[in-house]
């Protein structure tokens, strides 16, 4: 998933219609009127296949896994590349986790039915043979403990210290209301950064790592006496836990939940404080925040507050709500910008829509290689140019009725046949390799266009798709500015 953690199987998918996805907008309790809105970009729930899956992983490749323990994480997370060009999240459960796979499949689907801003969406999951998976929406800013624990640039300020409390509180109290009451080992791992640098929470904790297992994997210094005592969590344990990732974000420290009391009862609060946020709060939003930690870390659940208490309490804390969290964190967003002045090819390339592409190459057809096929209908009529024509003819009927598979073998008889390479024939067998998930083929064929036509933009195009595809999405978008110059040098000599 985020830091942690897209699509057609050989089988159809089998989606799920969470009836939670139809309301836009849900009141928040305790946000004082606040209205905070689903997320409504989320794909709906599906099954995907395994084949899928370890596409988009490269084969469950080491190079893919974000876990913060790596492969030696209980359960693997890698990142993935899903085939509509998604980034996702991938949790694989270690062997036999889940027996069960209708079981599997429907807690996850359940699991899928809890949409919100806050959260890190589930978004589908496999159960084929041993393999259990689920998949979820990328968060590419790493998770709280990267920024809390083992931070490079800057150390969390206060104030997005305090919106990761208060964004973490609402998605537990959205799960509540949808009775998922129980979430299972919250800790700093469990938060991650979006794209906008928002934290959400994850939404694998939602379930246990195994049908019969335990909820806790983490240290038994920060459990919930419950646990301890029963091996069995209640929603109250989640307060516990909500109440010792308030403790991470005050210190900066993982701290076990009875040091910190004890600092708490001594009245030695700032010794609990983070020294490297000095000046950066008011000591009475520090006391209340302790305070609050306190409350929630009570040894009897019956005493410890519930979330609409909890919203309530740190609302007020929040001094800076109007600042972006991206701004607050020193986080940039990709700057990778597209060309404003893409043509309707290029734009077809930017957002990987293979159809339109299909259509714009066969409405371009041959028409970039001047003269080309006038060469050779002079040429002295044999049986050679005979075959020559009739190949290239039953290569361009497979492209055109998308039978690329036909499309390929007769463009690589062509190319052996031809005396002169032709950029076109390059490019159709380029965009069929990519239909056949052959995008390593692909490139090298776009590369060979280039070189019939060196500032041909559909060469440059095609290679940004294969990149895109193979994964290397700086150097795509470099070969779509390089598309973009083309087109507008092209037009600008058209115009003079």
Known sequence: MGCFFSKNASRPAREHSPTSLHSSKNPDPGSRGDVVEQDSEVPTFKEYSLDELRRATNEFSKGN???ESGEKAPNVVYKGKLQNNQLVAIKRFSKLSWPDAQQFTAEAAGVGKVRHKRMVNLIGCCAEGDERLLVAQYMPNDTLSKHLFHWEKQPLPWEMRVRVGYHVAEALSHCSMLNRKLYHDLNAYRVLFDEDGDPRLSSFGLMKNSRDGKSYSTNLAYTPPEFLRTGRIIPESVIFSYGTVLLDLLSGKHIPPSHALDLIRGKNVLLLLDSSLEGQYANDDATKLIELASKCLQFEARDRPDFK?????V??????KEVASKVLMGL???TNVLPTMLSPLGKACARMDLTAVHDILLKTGYRDEEGAENELSFQEWTQQVQDILNTKKFGDIAFRDKDFKNAIEYYSKLVAMMSAPS???FARRAFSYL???????ALRDAMQGQVCIPDWPIAFYLQALALSKLGMDTDAQDMLKDG???EAKRSNGWRN
Do not use: G
């Open 309 to 313: 208490f909890l919203l309530s309490e």
């Open 435 to 441: 239909m056949n998930d052959q995008a390593e083929l």
């Open 315 to 320: 609302a007020p804390l929040q001094k800076q």
């Open 332 to 334: 940039t967003k990709n």
């Open 65 to 67: 896994i974000v876990s």
């Open 484 to 486: 973009a110059a083309f």
């Open 423 to 425: 950029a076109t024939v």
